[in-house]
């Protein structure tokens, strides 16, 4: 199953774009496959204008971005895996999406569905335990 973290970044590109603002990726250079020129990279960070006319050969799929980008004249072509991508807002109001770093779901199956089903059995005897008044009272 695909994240919602690619539609995140899609939509916050999308809306940035249209309202004339300048589209802006924090990435963590620290993760495996990225692909950024390394003279620009700061405390493992490099910040990323993805704007349509900044860039070119833009594309944001389900697993990385990818662009050519210009830097000090000198043309890159950028490779940044999604999972690499810390935030996306546009420059003018930091206005976008955080991402927090994330664990792994756990795949879906029997053990996940064990799981669920304890955790709503613990509850409902929760509720059962409770005992005394309500707490509403009528008030006429």
């Given at each position: 199953?695909?994240?919602?973290k690619?539609y995140f970044?899609?939509?916050?590109?999308?809306?940035?774009?249209d309202?004339g603002f300048?589209?802006?990726?924090l990435?963590?250079?620290?993760?495996d496959?990225?692909?950024?020129?390394?003279q620009y990279?700061?405390?493992?960070?490099?910040?990323?204008?993805?704007h349509?006319?900044?860039?070119?050969?833009?594309e944001?799929?389900?697993?990385?971005l990818?662009?050519?980008?210009r830097?000090?004249?000198i043309?890159?072509?950028l490779s940044?895996?999604?999972?690499a991508?810390?935030?996306?807002?546009?420059?003018?109001?930091?206005?976008?999406?955080?991402?927090?770093?994330?664990p792994?779901?756990?795949?879906?199956?029997?053990e996940?569905d064990?799981?669920?089903?304890?955790?709503?059995?613990?509850?409902?005897?929760?509720?059962?335990?409770?005992?005394?008044?309500?707490?509403?009272?009528?008030?006429?």
């Amino acid at each position: 199953m695909v994240g919602t973290k690619p539609y995140f970044i899609r939509a916050i590109h999308e809306w940035s774009v249209d309202n004339g603002f300048t589209p802006q990726v924090l990435v963590n250079t620290e993760y495996d496959g990225v692909v950024v020129p390394e003279q620009y990279v700061r405390d493992h960070r490099i910040i990323l204008n993805v704007h349509p006319q900044s860039v070119a050969q833009l594309e944001m799929g389900n697993d990385e971005l990818s662009f050519m980008a210009r830097f000090s004249g000198i043309s890159y072509r950028l490779s940044v895996p999604v999972e690499a991508v810390m935030a996306i807002y546009a420059r003018e109001n930091g206005q976008g999406i955080v991402f927090q770093d994330e664990p792994e779901a756990p795949a879906p199956g029997p053990e996940a569905d064990r799981e669920v089903a304890d955790s709503a059995d613990d509850k409902a005897a929760g509720q059962k335990r409770r005992s005394g008044a309500p707490h509403l009272k009528l008030v006429k």
